[in-house]
T-cell receptor, first 109, second 112 residues
Framework: EDKVVQSPLSLVVHEGDTVTLNCSYE??????LLWYKQEKKAPTFLFMLTSSGIEKKSGRLSSILDKKELSSILNITATQTGDSAIYLCAVEAFSDMRFGAGTRLTVKP | NAGVMQNPRHLVRRRGQEARLRCSPMKGHSHVYWYRQLPEEGLKFMVY????????ESGMPKERFSAEFPKEGPSILRIQQVVRGDSAAYFCASSEDSRTYTFGSGTRLTVV
């Protein structure tokens, strides 16, 4: 059965630290991998990755997909307290979309 | 625990028909959220419900769309008189404490 596994489930860091969040997947007919930031009720779209090895960047956030390893990482550099949230990974297949359980990131001042 | 269950996984409706999408939250979760995903877009919040109450429906179209979460049974997202523009994937998430969310696999609605 298709599945998406995120690690770690929870992470506590201090401001200024760099964090790496992991997402691994097993899906049939992979189409894309998406990262979201969920703070309250609405996830904020971060990245959509379809091609292996191409890094996408947005400010202090970056992400890359490794189709050979069936995984993706989300990096956040120079973390700020405002980065505290749940980071969701979702994998889209042609007729399905699976979410991971999320990584809860807490950034302490 | 089977997680958040959404059914049907795929739904095809003709224009003008009604679509009913069901979401059974995780056991013990009393918060339910509905989202719509349009092609090439992220998730758009529609409505947030707690048992028998609509807490926030700010993302839901004023006409044709309604949602409920009865005391017993799944949450239902109902779309009346569907139009082609309603074609999308609809996701449901549930929460125990409105801090952590578990998502279902979605219902793909196609209006023909």
């Amino acid at each position: 059965e298709d599945k998406v596994v995120q690690s770690p489930l929870s992470l506590v860091v201090h401001e200024g630290d760099t964090v790496t969040l992991n997402c691994s997947y097993e899906v049939t007919n992979f189409r894309s991998l998406l990262w979201y930031k969920q703070e309250k009720k609405a996830p904020t779209f971060l990245f959509m990755l379809t091609s292996s090895g191409i890094e996408k960047k947005s400010g202090r956030l970056s992400s890359i997909l490794d189709k050979k390893e069936l995984s993706s990482i989300l990096n956040i550099t120079a973390t700020q307290t405002g980065d505290s949230a749940i980071y969701l990974c979702a994998v889209e297949a042609f007729s399905d979309m699976r979410f991971g359980a999320g990584t809860r990131l807490t950034v302490k001042p | 625990n089977a997680g958040v269950m959404q059914n049907p996984r795929h739904l095809v409706r003709r224009r003008g028909q009604e679509a009913r999408l069901r979401c059974s939250p995780m056991k013990g979760h009393s918060h339910v959220y509905w989202y719509r995903q349009l092609p090439e877009e992220g998730l758009k919040f529609m409505v947030y419900l707690q048992k028998e109450n609509i807490i926030d429906e700010s993302g839901m179209p004023k006409e044709r769309f309604s949602a409920e979460f009865p005391k017993e049974g799944p949450s239902i997202l109902r779309i009346q008189q569907v139009v082609r523009g309603d074609s999308a994937a609809y996701f449901c998430a549930s929460s125990e404490d409105s801090r952590t969310y578990t998502f279902g696999s979605g219902t793909r609605l196609t209006v023909v």
